[in-house]
């Protein structure tokens, strides 16, 4: 296998500096959608302002560059090790070059690595597929709308929520709620049903790599985030917690197998910094989008 | 939009309401933790009276945030050739600072705090009674706030707090941000909360 290195600190650059182009125009979008003058829409300017300028600068979109986490389509032949090895480098590298800040803190001494590696750090996993190419999707996921993502446990009596879609809706609305001011809005909601307290975790952050305008396979479900959407933004929190129409940019939602024992719902919530970037390679070939 | 220059009169802050936004321009100083901390221990708590030490930082102090701002920051900063320069800028979250935000904005009569995530009931008061505003900068804009950041002019407690806790002394031009708690009582952020928890309420059926 030939080394990747350098195309994974390129793929992180354009992660760390750049959104993709659907949260763009969905931002654009909202940003038409509210009140002439309002906070709202002075929110949403800036955020875009933000955006044109670090494309511009090539410097981080948010200071907090967040947690890196790849998500890698392989064929049989390749070794998850190596490609391990290379993402751990480039993410030193990327470091060093500073699209990524020094992220990366020991649990017990509280020191930071100060290269963006250490243990388990970089998030990395790993799914072999019968396609002849590797595909390495890369989510930059930010530590203020990581701390309000949060996990239910179904029935959920407080608010009313049994073990069913409305169950799942009405959490996830809860959620967002107690998400305003925090997180910075709007944002993306990943949502997984089911699976235990690990895995559904995992299925909820895998949701935020999906494009905006995909339409989910299942039916129930994508009506259920369509209707989580427009509810979401019902609540009328608005950009930054300061009012308006637009909460939310998108939700997804997928489910997994459980225990009889067991209704969990996870919620990740992602800030309108919603850096994804994907790299193909094949044969020799590397693209990016 | 409106825009306000640094130091900023009392009628010009009680003209203020929630929601609006407005670009801010003029000297201003950051301070986080300690620095809130500091102020409370040598200058609050001793009427004005400082230890020997700390008097010629009062002095100063009292010459930038007097009338003036003091804005919630840990910034990244870079050193070439002796200078400083901010690189990301963004505000920090500002409930932190609750315990001492009232004491501060009545000892210098502070006109704007800035910061993110809105503030407490003591801050709001104090607002009211001496003629101030909380300013909510937009989170993650990092690139865009330290562009405004026309220069750093001075430090002071850096080696004491490190770099993130120090007052940057800096003059920002068309600083964006929004008035979300006014001198009159108001806080959009408890408006919002309330108007949001009603909404869930009937979408959820409780
Ligand atoms: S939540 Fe997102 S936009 Fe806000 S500070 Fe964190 S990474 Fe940046």
Redesign the interface.
């Known amino acids: 296998m030939q080394d990747l290195t350098e195309n994974f600190v390129e793929l992180i650059r354009r992660a760390a500096t750049d959104l993709p182009a659907d949260m763009q125009q969905a931002l654009e979008k909202a940003k038409a959608q509210e009140e002439s003058?309002?906070?709202a829409e002075?929110?949403l300017d800036?955020?875009l302002?933000?955006v044109e300028?670090?494309r511009a600068?090539a410097?981080?979109?948010?200071?907090?560059t967040g947690t890196p986490i790849f998500e890698i389509h392989y064929p049989l032949g390749v070794s998850p090790r190596q490609v391990t090895e290379q993402i751990r480098k480039a993410c030193a590298v990327a470091t060093e070059r500073?699209y990524l800040?020094p992220n990366a803190v020991d649990s017990l001494s509280g020191k930071n690595s100060g290269d963006n590696t250490g243990i388990d750090y970089p998030t990395i996993h790993f799914h072999e597929w019968d396609e002849d190419a590797i595909q390495v999707d890369l989510l930059l996921k930010?530590g203020?709308c990581e701390n309000v993502s949060t996990q239910y446990k179904l029935p959920d009596s407080g608010?009313?929520?049994g073990r069913d879609l409305d169950g799942v809706?009405?959490v996830v609305?809860?959620a967002v709620?107690k998400a305003?001011?925090?997180g910075?809005a709007p944002g993306v909601l990943g949502v997984a049903i089911g699976g235990d307290r690990g895995s559904s975790y995992v299925k909820s952050k895998q949701q935020l790599l999906r494009p905006l305008d995909d339409a989910n396979p299942e039916p129930e479900l994508a009506d259920l985030e369509e209707r989580l959407l427009e509810?979401g933004n019902?609540?009328?929190?608005?950009p930054?917690?300061?009012?308006g129409k637009t909460t939310l940019l998108g939700v997804k939602a997928g489910a997994l197998h459980r225990l009889p024992a067991s209704f969990f719902v996870s919620v990740a919530y992602m800030?309108?910094?919603n850096r994804r970037a994907q790299m193909r390679v094949v044969g020799e070939e590397v693209t990016y989008a | 939009?409106r825009k306000l220059t640094v130091p900023i009169s009392e009628v010009t802050i009680r003209e203020l309401t929630v929601?609006?936004?407005v670009i801010l321009s003029g000297v201003i100083s950051t301070g986080r933790d300690a620095a809130h901390k500091y102020i409370i221990d040598n200058f609050v708590k001793t009427g004005g009276n400082p230890p020997e030490a700390e008097r010629e930082l009062y002095a100063k102090l009292q010459d930038i945030l007097t009338e003036g701002v003091i804005y919630h920051c840990g910034p990244?900063v870079q050193q070439q050739n002796g200078t400083y320069s901010f690189?990301?800028?963004?505000p920090t979250?500002s409930i932190r600072e609750e315990p001492y935000q009232a004491d501060v904005i009545e000892h210098f009569t502070l006109r704007a705090v800035i910061g993110?995530?809105?503030m407490g009931t003591n801050t709001l008061q104090a607002c009211q009674k001496v003629g101030a505003v909380y300013l909510?900068a937009?989170?993650?804009?990092?690139?865009?706030?330290a562009?405004s950041v026309k220069e750093v002019l001075t430090v002071y407690k850096k080696d004491e707090f490190g770099v993130p806790e120090a007052f940057w002394v800096i003059r920002v031009e068309d600083f964006?941000a929004?008035v979300?708690m006014d001198s009159h009582g108001n806080s959009?952020?408890d408006?919002?909360?309330s108007?949001?928890?009603a909404?869930?309420a009937e979408?959820?059926?409780?």
């Open positions: 003058g309002s906070a002075g929110a800036t955020i302002r933000n300028m670090a600068n410097t981080p979109i948010c200071q907090d500073a800040r930010g203020g608010l009313g929520a809706r009405k609305l809860d709620n305003q001011g925090l910075c509810e019902q609540l009328g929190i608005g930054m917690g300061f009012g800030c309108w910094a | 939009m929601g609006e936004p990244v690189v990301a800028a963004g979250t993110k995530g809105g909510h937009i989170g993650g804009a990092a690139s865009l706030i562009q964006p929004v979300t959009l952020h408006k919002i909360k108007q949001s928890n909404k869930l979408l959820i059926g409780s």
